[in-house]
T-cell receptor, first 114, second 112 residues
């Protein structure tokens, strides 16, 4: 079946602009995770969804970052007033159940803020 | 919160067995240990998961001692295509929320 997809694959934006990153999880997966990965670094947890609710938003770096999930499926990560330090690869993963360590990752969105 | 510690990098040669150890001194009683592999410009890929003793699949083996404070990922007879970053993952609870803790990863270079 289809895996996790993310769009766009690459995004270049000017400092101060807003961006939206999209994640389509594997059908039926209830848990969805967003991570950020800077060049040569490990994964930084941002937020996770159980269904449409987000029990843990503690990883969001600032109030410029927000995320939502609708219909228990697609999720959007929004970054407002982007800054150069937001440049990174944003990875989405889904899992059949919350609390499972087995996550299926998308290819990521590479965000470059100029 | 649980923390994991792995070697930053390792070097090996084709055909050798590679063992990567991860320390997780504060792992929760009911938590599993999971390992992922990541190639450049790709998302991580699940390799193996275990709770205690030994788990083996077609890709790797995972050894976990009785105290569960560490684990060792064993890759038999590595090839050039096994060059990747390997992450050790455990989880812990922060209040009522589950937070998955990723290690910094071990960059494995397999040489011809």
């Amino acid at each position: 079946g289809a895996g996790v997809s993310q769009s766009p694959s690459n995004k270049v934006t000017e400092k101060g602009k807003d961006v939206e990153l999209r994640c389509d999880p594997i059908s039926g997966h209830t848990a969805l995770y967003w991570y950020r990965q800077s060049l040569g670094q490990g994964l930084e947890f941002l937020i996770y969804f159980q269904g449409n609710s987000a029990p843990d938003k503690s990883g969001l770096p600032s109030d410029r970052f927000s995320a939502e999930r609708t219909g228990g499926s697609v999720s959007t990560l929004t970054i407002q007033r982007t800054q150069q330090e937001d440049s990174a690869v944003y990875l989405c993963a889904s899992s059949p159940q919350t609390g499972s360590n087995e996550q299926y990752f998308g290819p990521g969105t590479r965000l470059t803020v100029t | 919160l649980a923390k994991t510690t792995q070697p930053i990098s390792m070097d090996s040669y084709e055909g050798q067995e590679v063992n990567i150890t991860c320390s997780h001194n504060n792992i929760a009683t009911n938590d599993y240990i999971t390992w992922y592999q990541q190639f450049p410009s790709q998302g991580p890929r699940f390799i193996i998961q275990g709770y205690k003793t030994k788990v083996t699949n077609e890709v790797a083996s995972l050894f976990i001692p009785a105290d569960r404070k560490s684990s060792t990922l064993s890759l038999p007879r590595v090839s050039l295509s096994d060059t990747a970053v390997y992450y050790c993952l455990v989880g812990d609870y922060a209040g009522n929320n589950r937070k998955l803790i990723w290690g910094l990863g071990t960059s494995l270079a397999v040489n011809p």
